[in-house]
């Protein structure tokens, strides 16, 4: 800063920042919105600095810019969504979300299932449990195969369906 007489002589004045003050550790604490624990922590740690037997109130305007500098730099963004660009992929993702669907319920129901099975029939609260014979069966392959090695034929075999993986690689 300069400053101009009404002579013809300009000098260089040194404008002097205003001096540091001290300010409680409650009003540090209202401030920067935390506990007065939390501010002696600050200090112990050299986060916020003391003057005299109170606070440097630059060092608090100090990190309290620098928390909100590092808020908004760290703040989550959302990914942008997804979308897909043919049927094919759309097909994917649905077969994708339908699979972590499934997986979440079995990652729920099994546990359900394992205490329900060990506390056997019964009436709980609200909740009436029973264990009902399932209508699906399935063939007997121990029988089978012993019929079929018994009458000297070999047991016919076919292979499994591919299982179908869908990986995202984007």
């Not at 009003?27 to 003057?51: D, F, P």
């Not at 109130?57 to 703040?75: E, G």
């Not at 009436?123 to 699906?136: A, K």
Request: aromatic share 4%.
């Amino acid at each position: 800063m300069t400053i101009v007489d009404t002579g013809t002589t300009v000098r260089p004045v040194e404008v002097q920042a205003p001096a540091d003050h001290s300010i409680s550790i409650a009003t540090v604490a209202s401030e920067l919105s935390i506990k007065e624990s939390t501010v002696h922590r600050y200090l112990r740690a050299g986060r916020l600095a003391r003057l005299g037997g109170a606070v440097s109130a630059d060092s608090v305007a100090a990190y309290a810019a620098a928390r909100a500098m590092n808020i908004t730099r760290t703040r989550f963004q959302p990914a942008k969504a997804y979308t897909p660009a043919s049927p094919i992929e759309a097909a994917c993702a649905a077969y994708n979300a339908g699979v972590e669907a499934r997986r979440a319920a079995d990652r729920t129901i099994r546990p359900a299932k394992k205490t329900l099975q060990a506390v056997g029939p019964g009436s709980y609260g609200p909740w009436d449990v029973e264990m009902v014979p399932s209508g699906r069966e399935t063939p007997n392959l121990e029988e089978i195969t012993r019929i079929l090695t018994g009458l000297g034929m070999d047991v016919p075999m076919r292979p499994v369906a591919d299982t179908i993986r869908v990986t995202w690689v984007g």
